[in-house]
T-cell receptor, first 114, second 111 residues
């Protein structure tokens, strides 16, 4: 068990470009979450998968954001036509299927929009 | 929706005890988590409370009162490495059991 891994760790891009992040959860975890975190704030929920099914999306999630988990293992988060307000740390977490189990977080992808 | 409130920042002295409070309003409460997050790193799990009372785990303890919508994290024998952000997260049926995080409390431990 190597924990949750995210790639890349840092991404710098110009406004208007598309970016894609990858998350590899702990192998036996069937739940996968994406959060966004800005300085001085807690993680803000974006979306959640159980296996390959995307079961929940935040109402705050713009239609420029899309996430997939095609085989129920790794997940990708894509942001299209990036805006400066998208600059943040994007965190991925995974957990088992029990709601009382903690989430295990990756180190995140820090996105900077120029 | 859920509303979670924590103090923004606290300071304490090495070797002392500090209590970090978290209050919440939610429907269908299912449990409360505490996480530690060092600057630039991932949050790491500290504790989970679902029943009222105190859960002790080494230097860290967490308390829950469901009737008051209140929890605290107690850190004893503070060390410099305890300087970090402490995040309170609530799971509830009203939130589809997806943990919702407070803004975090930044703890600064000084010599």
């Amino acid at each position: 068990d190597t924990g949750v891994s995210q790639d890349p760790r840092h991404k710098i891009t110009k406004r208007g470009q598309n970016v894609t992040f990858r998350c590899d959860p702990i192998s036996e975890h069937n739940r996968l979450y994406w959060y966004r975190q800005t300085l001085g704030q807690g993680p803000e929920f974006l979306t959640y998968f159980q296996n390959e099914a995307q079961l929940e999306k935040s109402r705050l999630l713009s239609d420029r954001f899309s996430a997939e988990r095609p085989k129920g293992s790794f997940s990708t988060l894509e942001i299209q036509r990036t805006e400066q307000g998208d600059s943040a740390m994007y965190l991925c977490a995974s957990s088992t299927g029990d709601s009382n189990q903690p989430q295990h977080f990756g180190d995140g992808t820090r996105l900077s929009i120029l | 929706g859920q509303n979670i409130d924590q103090p923004t920042e606290m300071t304490a002295t090495e070797g002392a005890i500090v209590q970090i409070n978290c209050t919440y309003q939610t429907s269908g409460f299912n449990g409360l988590f505490w996480y530690q997050q060092h600057a630039g790193e991932a949050p790491t799990f500290l504790s989970y409370n679902v029943l009222d009372g105190l859960e002790e785990k080494g230097r860290f303890s967490s308390f829950l009162s469901r009737s008051k919508g209140y929890s605290y994290l107690l850190l004893k024998e503070l060390q410099m490495k305890d300087s970090a952000s402490y995040l309170c997260a609530v799971s509830s049926s009203g939130g589809s059991y997806i943990p919702t995080f407070g803004r975090g409390t930044s703890l600064i431990v000084h010599p």
